[in-house]
């Protein structure tokens, strides 16, 4: 299995990325999948969580409102839109897989993609 982030960079604050999970080896359309996000010195947290049909979203209280999950099962990727960043959205974010149990736990997910750094300048 492999889940390969990607889109993370640079941008200034008050601005947009769009964040993309590659996703093989897995019958994608069937998982629920979640973002989650590890700044330096912190534990990794939860950031927005859908189910295989898209019926259901849900997102941590920081990104309400600024992000959006989404999922296009047919092309097996996941994305994130991010928008009015700010600097307290630094952090690499990672791709995951939901197994079971509670979506906002990191111990839920089966398998996880290598992350992409997203940096918000002030």
């Known amino acids: 299995v492999q889940l390969q982030a990607s889109g993370g960079g640079l941008v200034q604050a008050g601005g947009s990325l769009r964040l993309s999970c590659a996703a093989s080896?897995?019958?994608?359309?069937?998982?629920?999948m979640g973002w989650f996000r590890q700044a330096p010195g912190k534990e990794r947290e939860f950031v927005a969580y859908?189910?295989?049909?898209?019926?259901?979203?849900f997102y941590a209280d920081s990104v309400k409102g600024r992000f959006t999950i989404s999922r296009e099962n047919a092309k097996n990727t996941l994305y994130l839109q991010m928008n009015s960043l700010k600097p307290e959205d630094t952090a690499v974010y990672y791709c995951a897989a939901h197994d079971s149990g509670d979506y906002c736990s990191p111990s839920g997910y089966e398998y996880w993609g290598q992350g992409t750094l997203v940096t918000v300048s002030s």
């Open positions: 859908i189910t295989w049909t898209s019926i259901s979203r």
């Open positions: 080896g897995l019958t994608f359309s069937r998982h629920n």
